[in-house]
């Protein structure tokens, strides 16, 4: 079936500095969505991706979808306390529910 | 009304009781979905309800048993569990493959 393989697992950074976390897949994706989950929260919806090439944006939140569907990356600018937190990736098989996620990238930031 | 509740927030019980979780939205989505979460992992997915109708069943153990009564309720009945289905188990809606909605979740821990 279909996976959607997620890294780093692990990102810790320094209050004001920028990351990226990716996300890949061997076969071309429908569209493809990333959540955000708190420590201790429930994972929240932040955007869908579906046209080849698209790159929207959310304040300091750049988010990306391969010209191949195959890839995805999720950019963030000086990054804040806020931003703690675990970022999934997920995925859509074609006509289906089913929404496939990624491992998850956690990020810790230091003051 | 965009949220999706989830109770109880918390819930501990033996290996030989019943108990049942609720989930309810008011937000007209017709797809609904039980997810279990272990520790560090992304939501695993059990369950989807399509129009009030079970259309996906991931192997879930029958001791797990899910319920749609109408468009904006679901539940999960549970019955005889083992200690290693403790995990936060997540409730979420959605429009078809658009971005899913998320409950807070029940913590659940089966002594």
């Known amino acids: 079936g279909q996976q959607v393989m997620q890294i780093p697992q692990y990102q810790h950074v320094q209050e004001g500095e920028d990351f990226t976390t990716y996300c890949n897949s061997s076969t071309t994706l429908s569209n493809i969505q990333w959540y955000k989950q708190r420590p201790g929260g429930h994972p929240v919806f932040l955007i869908q991706?579906?046209?080849?090439?698209e790159v929207k944006k959310q304040k300091r939140l750049t988010f990306q979808f391969g010209e191949a569907k195959k890839n995805s990356s999720l950019h963030i600018t000086a990054t804040q306390t806020t931003d703690v937190g675990t970022y999934f990736c997920a995925a859509h098989p074609n006509n289906d529910y089913k929404l496939s996620f990624g491992a998850g990238t956690t990020v810790t930031v230091r003051a | 009304d965009t949220e999706v509740t989830q109770t109880p927030k918390h819930l501990v019980m033996g290996m030989t009781n019943k108990k049942s979780l609720k989930c309810e939205q008011h937000?007209?989505?017709?797809?609904m979905y039980w997810y279990k979460q272990k520790a560090k992992k992304p939501p695993e997915l059990m369950f989807v309800?399509?129009?009030?109708?079970?259309?996906i069943n991931e192997s879930v153990p029958s001791r797990f048993s899910p319920e749609c009564p109408n468009s904006s309720l679901l539940n999960l009945h549970l019955h005889a569990l083992q200690p290693e289905d403790s995990a936060l188990y997540l409730c979420a809606s959605s429009q078809f493959d658009t971005g899913q909605f998320f409950g807070p979740g029940t913590r659940l821990t089966v002594l």
């Open positions: 991706l579906v046209k080849s090439g």
């Open positions: 937000m007209g989505h017709r797809a």
């Open positions: 309800y399509s129009y009030e109708k079970l259309s």
